[in-house]
Every structure is written in structure tokens, then in C-alpha cells.
């Protein structure tokens, strides 16, 4: 019975790493653990990730290489993780970075010789600095320089900087400096917090005018690998991610989202799961299995359906197929 299949996702999910047992369980059953969060530092990925920290309070060389266990990879993975946003180990490397990585204008760029800021890594960065409580003058100057990055078609894009203006935005970069956005106001920050909403709203329009994976003009898929599901996600779009985007930000369903839920319905496997392609490169644990099903891809897909299903009030009490009544 589907009934069935359901609860035996959900079992399986709480069987997994601390971490995905905690948000299934904050975001899935609607239950606050704090005493659950609190074994993500000592147990499983996040422990893991927290060992691997230097004694300089780096990872990896340093603020961003190598790419997925240099520091903002890290902290990012951290953020996701769900670590409580209070760790004393985050939040003194987030205040490192902070205090020593700006460039000139005030953002932050993979190279330390660079002039300029580059706006994926700024949205990136503000995420989960903001997440982990970094003071809000401390981040005055990222909301600043993304801002001034805009591109006229309401979103943003690396490529985009004074002297060498862009056309056309990148849905890579536009969902990166969303989740920085709404974890900043989720932190109660005000500095130009309306000039943010704009931002918000604007870079909303943009995925939704793509229908998050098609041409604007053309109505074809962009790249491949926006319909497939991805974890990490690190810097990359993909639907899932988007959708994700999204769902955290409040945004309303709409019809211009159905064609990703579609597509996202269309990955999940017979048993109710899905599975995940990793990006390549290093990393400080070895990635989930593309041939087995995925417990952080099934978390992340099923957290969509549920938050899309429960403000388009229909399927209420289910998760696409796995019911919340437990």
C-alpha cells in the first residue's frame, strides 16, 4: 500500500546520517529537536567536516580552494548540514573570512590578488555567514556589492561587474545570491532590506520566466544537467535546487513551476526515492552512490512536494506520496 511505502521512506531517512534524520524531522514530521541538531557536530558528515578543519581555522588551502574542501565549501556543506547555527567552529571561521578575504569592493573573489568581488561567491558567502550569525556590519559590504551587480533582466550573473556589463543573467548565480538574501533577512538584518526585496522579487521572476531549467526565447531545455538532481549542490542550478530556493522563500506555486515538478516527479524511483549525481573533485567524505538511492535527494525532493502541496492546499497531510501523520 502507498501508505506503506511512505512510512517505510521515512524510516529509512531517520535511519541515515544525523543530519538527514534531523531535518526529516524538523522539515518532514514537524517535530523540533534541538537535542538531535546538537549530534550533528559530533557525529557522522558534520562531525567529519568539523575534524577537517585546520588549527588556523581553515579547510582545505584556505577561503576557497581547493573547491569543495577549502573553507566555503565547507561551511556552506555546514549550513546545509543543519548544524546548529550557533557553533562556536563555523562562527569563528566565518569571522576569519570576514576579516581578512575582502577584496577592494568590499565582496569576496576565489583569488586573493582580485580587484573585484564575484557575485556568486558574495551570495554564497552570505548565506551561511549570515546563517551562522555573522554581525550584520560585517556584511554590509556584500549586500552593497551584490546589489550593484543586478543585471537589467532582474537577476545576477558572475560575469556582471562594473566596466563589463552582461546581458543576460545566470540561473547559477541568481538562486546563489537568493538563498543569500533570504538567509540574511531570516536573520533579522535591515540594512537596505527593502532594496533586497526588489532584488528578491526580480530574481524570483527570472527563474519562473525560464520555468527554472528552459530558454526564454526558445522555450528549450538550457543545460542538461538542470533537469537532473544533484548533491551537493555546491555553486551548481539545478531543478531541485531551485525549487528548493523557492519553497524556503515562501514563493506561491504557480504554473511556470509545474514543468520542473513534473521532471522532478519523473526522477523519483518505484520505491518512492530518488537518486543523486555528485560533482566531481575532492571532498572530505566520499559521496552518496549514484546507483543507490539517495537520502539527502529524497529529503530535498520530498521537502519540495510537501511545502508546494501544503500552499497550493492540495494533497495536505501527504509528502507527494508520504504522509506526515506519524
Known amino acids: 500500500m502507498a ?19 534531523y531535518l526529516t524531522t524538523r522539515d518532514l514530521l514537524h517535530r523540533d529537536e534541538p537535542s538531535l541538531q546538537k549530534r550533528i557536530a559530533t557525529e557522522g558528515v558534520g562531525a567529519a567536516l568539523l575534524a ?13 580552494r581547493p573547491k569543495w574542501t577549502s573553507s566555503h565549501y565547507t561551511l556552506l556543506e555546514l549550513r546545509n548540514l543543519g548544524l546548529a547555527p550557533d557553533n562556536p567552529v563555523a562562527m569563528e571561521s566565518v569571522q576569519l573570512i570576514l576579516a581578512a578575504n575582502k577584496t577592494r569592493d568590499g565582496g569576496l573573489n576565489s583569488s586573493p590578488r582580485s ?15 549570515s546563517y551562522f ?7 554590509v559590504s556584500l549586500v552593497d556589492c551584490l546589489l550593484d551587480s543586478r543585471v537589467p533582466d532582474g537577476g545576477f550573473n558572475c560575469e556582471h561587474r562594473p566596466g563589463h556589463p552582461v546581458r543576460h543573467s545566470s540561473m547559477h548565480t541568481t538562486v546563489s545570491v537568493l538563498e543569500g538574501i533570504h538567509s540574511y533577512r531570516s536573520a533579522g538584518h535591515g540594512h537596505r532590506r527593502e532594496d ?69 516527479d519523473a526522477r523519483r524511483r518505484t520505491d518512492g526515492r530518488w ?19 539517495s537520502r539527502w535527494a529524497t ?21 507527494g506520496g508520504v504522509g506526515t501523520s506519524r
Do not use: Q
Not at 550569525?133 to 556584511?139: I, K, N, Q, S
Not at 537518486?275 to 538511492?293: C, D, I, L, M, N
Open 196 to 264: 533586497l526585496g526588489e532584488a528578491a522579487e526580480t530574481a524570483v521572476e527570472f527563474l519562473l520566466r525560464h520555468e527554472l531549467f528552459k530558454s526564454e526565447r526558445t522555450s528549450e531545455v538550457i543545460r542538461a544537467d538542470f533537469t537532473r538532481v544533484h548533491h551537493p549542490p555546491r555553486w551548481h542550478f539545478d531543478i531541485l535546487r531551485g525549487l528548493e530556493c523557492l519553497a524556503s522563500m515562501g514563493v506561491p506555486r504557480e504554473p511556470r513551476m509545474d514543468a520542473a515538478l513534473d521532471l522532478l
Open 275 to 293: 537518486t543523486a549525481t555528485a560533482w566531481p573533485g575532492e571532498t572530505h567524505v566520499p559521496s552518496e552512490s549514484k546507483r543507490e538511492p
Open 133 to 139: 550569525g555573522a554581525p550584520e556590519e560585517d556584511l
Open 52 to 64: 577537517a578543519r585546520r588549527p588556523d581555522g581553515h579547510w582545505g588551502r584556505g577561503f576557497y
Open 115 to 129: 580587484a573585484a568581488s564575484e557575485t556568486c561567491i558574495n551570495g554564497m558567502t552570505l548565506d551561511y555567514a
Open 3 to 21: 501508505s506503506d511505502k511512505a512510512a517505510e521512506v521515512i524510516d529509512w531517512l531517520l535511519e541515515g546520517d544525523v543530519s538527514v534524520a
Open 299 to 319: 529529503l530535498r525532493a520530498l521537502r519540495v512536494r510537501y511545502r508546494f502541496e501544503m500552499r497550493d492546499g492540495r494533497s495536505r497531510g501527504t509528502l
